[in-house]
């Protein structure tokens, strides 16, 4: 049979369109989009391409509603169905390896759930992007919606399962992820660009899939309907579930994740974007503790060091006294006054620009940001290397104007003239993902991390960006020609590199996914690696790094280095022979931060039981006796929590002691047979007790879903001298 095109607008509002193409007798997903920005692709060869136009758009919709509805829906009708068409999930491959829960899932685990699959790689920063947004989408329906990002590599490095976890941590993520290493899930899929997100429904259809970036707003507006037409078809399984997520293994560190790092060599200083912890430490050249700035917390807010609060700080330059910060995630400017010991925001409004970016310069305040990831403060100007939209920025001094200097903002690397009339311009300089900045006074260098390229930007008006070494030379798969090779600049090769400093007339590289550093000759190009080696390592002799992105020099022999998936600050010396030493921080400790986890208490379903004489001035025991279906019980890692309330004549509590509006809490590990608790003698004055019990069951196999059980029990008491010690409460769980 032919092939048919079925075109659906997914999200009403977004400016992405996608496409779904399939096969009748073969219902693989093909998923594009005709956005510009906001997304990376892979080669063109070897994945299909659909056209654009709003044109063929409607003709699609037409025919789609015409002659397709009728097969695709599976009893769903046209008037009440929230997706015009569905097709059968493809079968998930069972050779992946699943991160951030016990064990991998299945489809039939997941019914009943909504399940939004983030197709993304971590050096993506437009998959970084979503990442909050998802967040956010997680934390309004955690009883209806599953996400599970299915980590698809870009680079070789990003392939291996422990950098996948350190991704994992790094960015916050709490929701499973697989190592789609071979990209079986992407084919099965059809996906052909990171970030992409797909959506299953309860019955386990494929319904919805964009690429590109988009927002909480627009996931919020997709879902909300849905959620109701589902719940009220009864479909909808809100039974609250849980994953052994990979943060509740994890020991605390001083430094999490550091990511530029900053030498003052004048003032022997050392500021370290302690980028995990969402703060900038200070210390000596020797590593004795000066400061901590910032709480700890993840936010934006100014004041003093110990109130002020960033997101995933890196790169920093110091203009005098004040130390200005790239707040990365708050999409900031941040400057610190090291002597009046306050922050403040001096550019950005805290939201992400996702408009094309400006043609001109504005006020910085009023400035929207994207993902300013370095620092480079030459003369009058500070530069700044914005990932988000793939371009070089600068500001001045005063704090007054800011803008695009050098970028399209088309991300690819391509070598021209700075800066077109307008975004988006053929013949001009393009840029990936710029995440490192140095200057040797005529030039400002870029670590160009997407494109594994090292640029070179003039400081004067009217020259042209060229690549020191790179993929810029290419005619094709820019972005997808990596390596780690070194020699004259023809055959180097880079993988992602994103730290970058100029020491002794060289530029130092940390190649960070070949986890080493190396030297570049700004001028010829030639390269030479001078301390790591490819597999990453943790070690000072020789020096072995895993994921390095910082890098600072103290001297034209001297560096400092963020090892970033190491959680440590290195100092390299280069003289008279290459060694590593481990910078000791005295006296830092990790920010602490007091995360509850609260349990969903909405609407607990309670047992009331008939009336029960209780003994009087002794201890009384709840016995909780759990059944679970066959092959399945308590989750071993996960305790067992009881709540017990007191409740008087009147109604109101009667408990003492550690309390959570008016509960007693009890942790019990889970074990084989019933789990006890033991209460203090009850008042003569209580009249009822209520029991809420929160656990955690899954299959005993391991698989990877555990599902939160919560059931409460209303016992009315009578308190007298004869009365019951122990109080047993049955629960047969269903699936």
Partial sequence: MGMRRNVVPFSSGAKDMAMVLWRPSNPTIRIADNSQRCRDRVPQSGFLRYGRSWLLLAIFVCTLNLVSFGCANKGLTMEAAPFAVRHPVPDLPEDVEWLNTAGPLRWEDLRGKFVLLDFWTYCCINCMHIIPELKKLEAK????????????????????????????????????????RNMTIWRRFGVNAWPTLVLI?????????????????????????????????????????????????????????????????????????????????????????????????????????????FSSPQGMALLG????????????????????????????????LRRPPPARMGAPLTTELSSPWDLCIVREWIYI???????????????????????????????????????????????????????????????????????????????????????ARLMAARLFTFGDRDGPA???????????????????????????????HPETGETVTVAGETQPGNSDDPPRFDEPAGISPASDSVLYVADTNNHAIRRIELAPAVRGITVAIKGLQAPQIKRESEPPFADVPFITQEKVSVRSES?????????????????????????????????????????????????????????????????????????????YWCEKSGRGLCRIGIQGWRLPVEVSDGGESTLTLEYTVNR
């Fill in 385 to 471: 290397a914005m990932a988000g939209c793939h371009q070089i920025w600068r500001m001045d001094t005063q704090f007054s104007r800011i803008g695009p200097y050098a970028g399209n903002a088309r991300e690819d690397i391509v070598d021209g003239p700075l800066l077109p009339p307008s975004p988006y311009a053929l013949g001009f300089a393009s840029f990936a993902q710029p995440s490192g900045l140095a200057t040797d006074g005529r030039w400002l260098y870029v670590a160009d991390s997407e494109g594994s390229s090292i640029r070179a930007v003039p400081l004067q008006a009217g020259g042209e960006v060229r690549t020191v070494v790179g993929t």
């Fill in 490 to 520: 023809p055959q180097v090769l880079l993988q992602h590199p994103i730290g970058l400093c100029y020491a002794g007339k060289f530029l130092y590289v940390a190649d960070t996914y070949n986890n080493k550093i190396k030297r570049v």
């Fill in 619 to 695: 201890p009384l025991k709840i016995r909780l006796d759990l059944r679970f279906p066959p092959d399945h019980g308590l989750n071993p890692a996960m305790p067992v929590e009881i709540r017990v309330r007191r409740l008087q004549q009147s109604g109101t509590s009667a408990s003492s002691g550690d309390t959570r509006q008016g509960f007693e809490v009890f942790r019990v590990t889970p074990k084989e047979g019933p789990i006890e608790v033991e209460l203090s003698p009850l008042d003569s004055g209580t009249t009822t007790l209520e029991v809420v019990a929160v656990f």
């Fill in 201 to 309: 429904d309860p019955e386990g259809f494929v319904v919805w899939g964009e690429s590109g970036e988009t927002t909480f707003e627009a996931l919020d507006r997709l879902l909300r309907p849905a959620i109701a037409y589902y719940d009220k078809r009864g479909t909808l399984d809100r039974t609250p579930i849980h994953f052994e997520t990979l943060a509740r293994r994890v020991e605390p560190t001083p430094l999490r994740f550091p990511g530029k790092i900053l030498v003052d060599s004048s003032g022997k200083r050392l500021f370290i974007a302690d980028s995990g912890h969402h703060r900038i430490v200070v210390t000596t050249l020797e590593g004795d503790l000066l400061a901590v700035i910032g709480s700890g917390e993840p936010g934006l807010r100014n004041g003093t060091f110990e109130a002020a609060q």
């Fill in 141 to 180: 329906y955690p009883r209806e919606l599953v996400v599970i990002g299915v980590h698809s590599a870009k680079f070789d490095e990003e392939r291996d399962t422990d950098n996948i976890k350190q991704a994992i941590l790094r960015y916050g993520i709490e929701h499973p992820v697989i190592n789609d």
């Fill in 321 to 352: 006294q004040i130390l200005l910060v790239a707040d990365t995630e708050n999409h900031a400017i941040r400057a610190v006054d090291l002597e009046k010991r306050v922050v403040r925001t001096v550019a950005g409004t805290g939201r992400q």
